[in-house]
C-alpha cells in the first residue's frame, strides 16, 4: 500500500512539474484563437500556351495586396507570384505539368532592420482532372509544393517544407444552356492546403480556401473572372493561432495556340 502511494506522489508531483514548466515556456492556451481578420486582393493571370499536340507552357503572375491600419484592401503589396512549368495534356480530362516558383515576400510588418522583401522557391507538380455533367464542369486538382522559405531578419535560415494541396470546383453556365463564347458562369470551389516538414510541429493545416467566382468566357482563347474568397489556417510555429482573410479575386485567361488548328475552347480550364 505504501509503495502504491509513493507511486502515485511521484506521478503527481511529475504532473505538476510538467505543467509548472509548460507555464514557464509559454504553453499552449486553452483553446485556439483566431486572430482579426485581414484583407487583401489578388490580381492573377494564366497563361497556358499550346507548344505541341500534347504539350503547353504554364506562365502565370500573381500581384497580391493586403491591408494597411488605414487602407484595406490594397494598402502594400505582399507578394508577387512568378510560376511557370510544362504540362502534358493526356485528355480533355486530365492533363499535369511540372515547373518552379519564383515568389518575393514583402515585409507587411515594417519591422526594422528586418529585410524588406525575401524570395520563395519552390517546385512544384499538379495533376488535373476534369468531369462533364451536363451542363456543368467538375474539376479536381491535385498540387504538390516543395518550398524553401525564410524569414526576415538579415540572418535567418532557410526552411523547407513540403504543400498538399487538394481543389474542388465546378462551373455553372448562366443564361444559357452550356459553357462557350460570350457565356456567363459562376464558379465555386474549395481548397484545403496542408503542410509538412521539421519545421511543422503543430501547424499542418496552412490553409483552407472558400472562393466564389462570376466569369466571362470573351472567346476560345480569353476569360475573365472575379471572386470573393475567405481563408484560414494554423501560424507555422503556433498552432494554436489562426489566421483569416477576405480577399478579392481578379484573373484573367488566356490560352494562346500558335499551332495551325482550328479555334475552339481549351480541354481544361486551368486555375490557380
Excluded at 504553453?27 to 483566431?34: I, K, L, T, V, Y
Excluded at 494541396?165 to 460570350?182: D, I, S
Excluded at 473572372?225 to 493561432?241: E, I, K, N, P, V
Aim: proline letters at 5%; a positive charge.
Amino acid at each position: 500500500m505504501k509503495k502504491l502511494l509513493h507511486i502515485c506522489s511521484l506521478v503527481a508531483a511529475l504532473f505538476i512539474f510538467s505543467d509548472l514548466t509548460a507555464q514557464e515556456i509559454g504553453g499552449q492556451p486553452d483553446e485556439s484563437q483566431f486572430e482579426d481578420a485581414k484583407t487583401g486582393l489578388w490580381i492573377n493571370t494564366y497563361g497556358n500556351i499550346r507548344i505541341a499536340k500534347r504539350l503547353f507552357w504554364v506562365a502565370q503572375t500573381h500581384f497580391r495586396f493586403e491591408n494597411t491600419a488605414a487602407t484595406p484592401l490594397v494598402g502594400q503589396i505582399a507578394q508577387i507570384y512568378n510560376r511557370h512549368a510544362i504540362g502534358y495534356l493526356h485528355s480533355k480530362y486530365f492533363n499535369m505539368a511540372l515547373g518552379g516558383v519564383l515568389r518575393v515576400n514583402f515585409n507587411t510588418k515594417h519591422v526594422e532592420p528586418d529585410l524588406k522583401a525575401v524570395p520563395e522557391w519552390r517546385i512544384w507538380h499538379e495533376y488535373n482532372f476534369a468531369q462533364s455533367f451536363s451542363p456543368y464542369m467538375i474539376y479536381h486538382r491535385v498540387r504538390i509544393e516543395h518550398r524553401w522559405t525564410r524569414g526576415f531578419a538579415e540572418n535567418s535560415d532557410w526552411i523547407f517544407r513540403n504543400r498538399w494541396r487538394y481543389m474542388f470546383k465546378f462551373k455553372m453556365p448562366l443564361g444559357k444552356p452550356k459553357l462557350g463564347p460570350q457565356t456567363y458562369y459562376f464558379s465555386p470551389e474549395a481548397e484545403l492546403i496542408m503542410q509538412s516538414g521539421k519545421a511543422v510541429v503543430d501547424s499542418p493545416f496552412e490553409d483552407l480556401r472558400l472562393h466564389g467566382s462570376f466569369g466571362y468566357i470573351v472567346n476560345p482563347r480569353i476569360t475573365v473572372a472575379t471572386g470573393l474568397m475567405y481563408s484560414f489556417g494554423q501560424r507555422l510555429f503556433d498552432g494554436a493561432f489562426y489566421n483569416q482573410k477576405w480577399t478579392v479575386r481578379c484573373h484573367l485567361y488566356f490560352s494562346p495556340d500558335f499551332r495551325k488548328v482550328k479555334n475552339k475552347l481549351p480541354s481544361i480550364h486551368f486555375d490557380d
